[in-house]
């Protein structure tokens, strides 16, 4: 077995899957996408380098949520603008009319400012992401606003989608076992939380990617292959991606000083600084605090002190079921949700992977002539490395809760933001797992892991997100939506009203085809996993044939002496 074709094909199913997101999410339906792209048009059309956060939007945005069927978090948008639950109960003529309407929205509104109070309250994000697309933007400036909303999509899903071959060089770096690498990768590949979270207009996906390019930059230091140019400036741009980088600080540092107690480690954090201080700088001359986020900032008097007075008065468990809940699937800014068994199971899960991650730690006196540690227990210094990315972002999630609920009264945060550590996540649950299990069965651990993700998938785009956006069920009085019955429903109208409101170029036949493409790169990505798990693992030589750079790291064996005569 060779690992690169089995990879590219991993890559290629993930990609798949994700350009029929990036078309079957309805327009504005990602997390605040609405003002993620405001802040680039503002950007590409009108030269802004840095976009103020109280800056108005378009007349063309302004338009838009007026006339499609706005995410149910945005009900709280005045009328004319309608969530999808009241959409699809007006009068098919009105439907029809806001349609046409929304087909001929001239070019010329993207120039110019809306009236009211809708703003690009995204501006206060670091403006990396919006740099990036400012270009595309800007070369797609005649097109619809459709059009170009779904082309900023596929180029942010095509950014995001480099986390699979750098999560697969985590996991065997972790693993040394080639089989269960590809099957970590394949896992992030089919989770659909992760889709909804980068198919859309937003900053997460070139943070989450450099996130993971830090993680297997670091795990390369610690193979004593240290690149610290690369891993300054993966940490500087990522600085000015997303605020959430700030977690990753300490266990960079953590590493450098214990690692390598050298100058040229230095280069490391002075890279991040030039990069990205200016910014941080930037936030604390303009709302008093480092990180610059809307909740932080509309508390200006309160301080670390006064911060940490809410520990005692903040239900946790509450959070922490918020976070993980919104971290399995949340089904974007419609939170739609799925049947609280499926949360619960997932759940167990994570404890098991937990209490697996303990027995392995606990030390094991090697037995006369062992080998190196088996594939499930992954070597001490890769899981301390890895756990501590995991631990330190899930402090600052938590200390995220603290000026939610300061503000609102929720004892919450956005467990989508997680996904910036998905490898390591993976693969700490997948050593976790395999600890737990006979040894017969640990091979099968990562592929059920992709099995279970598939289904999760498969039923909530078929059975919640389609129906929901379809108008075939809505949300109840008391939030979540309404189960969807196939049998009474009207399935001929599912193709025409998922082309509403999308790109001239999505017909329904693209979208009909879009979706077998998805299907089959769904279960193509389970059937990969389960085969690859019945192959024998690789010798090392092999797998330094089938992966060059591992070669190249790894210390050759003497040359056999030569034959002589007496042989």
């Known amino acids: 077995m060779r690992a690169r074709p089995w990879l590219l094909a991993i890559w290629f199913c993930f990609l798949a899957r994700a350009f029929f997101y990036c078309a079957a ?47 149910w978090e945005c009900r709280y948008l005045p009328p004319p603008s309608a969530t999808h639950d009241a ?29 009211g109070n809708l703003v690009a309250y995204e501006g206060l994000q670091g403006p990396l992401y919006y740099w990036l697309m400012a270009p595309v ?66 900053n997460d996906s070139v943070a989450i990617l450099l996130f993971t390019a830090v993680i297997w930059l670091s795990i390369e230091a610690l193979r004593d292959r240290p690149r610290f140019l690369l891993l300054g400036t993966a940490l500087g741009l990522g600085l000015l991606a997303k605020a959430y980088f700030l977690t990753a600080l300490p266990p960079v540092a953590a590493l450098l000083v214990w690692k390598y107690r050298r100058p040229r480690a230095l280069l490391v954090p002075l890279i991040a600084l030039a990069i990205a201080g200016w910014w941080y700088i930037r936030n604390l001359l303009t709302t008093g605090t480092l990180t610059g986020m809307w909740e932080s900032a509309r508390l200006p008097g309160a301080t670390l002190g006064v911060q940490l007075q809410q520990i005692f008065r903040i239900p946790w468990p509450v959070a922490i079921d918020s976070i993980l809940l919104s971290h399995l699937y949340f089904g974007a800014w419609s939170s739609l949700t799925v049947r609280s068994w499926m949360y619960h199971l997932l759940y167990v899960l994570i ?4 209490f697996g991650l303990c027995l392995a730690a606990r030390p094991m006196p090697p037995a006369p002539g062992s080998h190196p540690p088996a594939p499930d227990r992954i070597s001490a210094p890769d899981r301390s490395l890895l756990a501590a990315f995991f631990l330190f972002f899930w402090l600052g999630q938590l200390y995220h809760v603290i000026p939610m609920y300061m503000l609102w009264g929720v004892p919450t945060s956005m467990g989508c933001y997680l996904y910036a ?60 939506v309404a ?83 007496a042989h």
Not at 351 to 354: K, Q, S, V
């Open 137 to 202: 933007l800007l070369a797609a400036r005649s097109a619809h606003l459709a059009t170009q909303v779904l082309l900023l999509r596929c180029f942010s899903v095509a950014m995001v989608s480099l986390v699979i071959p750098l999560a697969f060089l985590i996991a065997r770096s972790a693993f040394r076992d080639d089989r269960i690498a590809l099957a970590c990768s394949a896992i992030i590949a089919v989770m659909p939380e992760f889709l909804i979270d980068t198919a859309r207009v937003g």
């Open 351 to 354: 404890a098991l992977a937990a």
């Open 25 to 71: 999410l309805p327009l504005w339906e990602g997390y605040d996408e609405w003002a993620h792209f405001a802040v680039v048009e503002r950007m590409a059309l009108r030269g802004e380098l840095l976009v103020a956060r109280d800056a108005p939007v378009s007349r063309e945005i302004a338009a838009s949520l007026a006339l499609a069927p706005v995410p």
């Open 483 to 565: 189960s969807f019955h196939p049998a009474g429903a009207a399935l001929s109208e599912i193709l025409p009203r998922l082309a509403a409101f999308k790109a001239p170029v999505l017909a329904e036949t693209v979208l009909a085809t879009l979706w077998i493409v998805y299907a089959a790169a769904t279960l193509g990505l389970t059937a990969i996993s389960f085969w690859i798990s019945r192959t024998r693992p690789l010798p090392p030589s092999r797998t330094a044939e089938a992966l060059p750079e591992t070669a190249a790291s790894r210390p050759k064996a003497p040359a056999p002496p030569p034959p002589t005569t």
């Open 421 to 480: 550590i998905v490898a390591a996540e993976v693969v700490l649950c997948v050593a976790g797992l395999r600890a737990v299990v006979s040894r017969p069965a640990r091979r099968f651990v990562a592929p059920s892991g992709v099995l279970l993700f598939a289904l999760l998938d498969l039923y909530t785009v078929h059975m919640v997100a389609i129906p929901y956006y379809t108008g075939m069920i809505a949300h109840r009085p008391n939030g979540p």
């Open 87 to 115: 959409f699809w109960r007006l009068d098919p003529a009105d439907r029809a009319r806001r349609r046409s309407l929304f087909r001929s929205l001239p070019p010329a509104a993207a120039r110019q400012d809306a009236p």
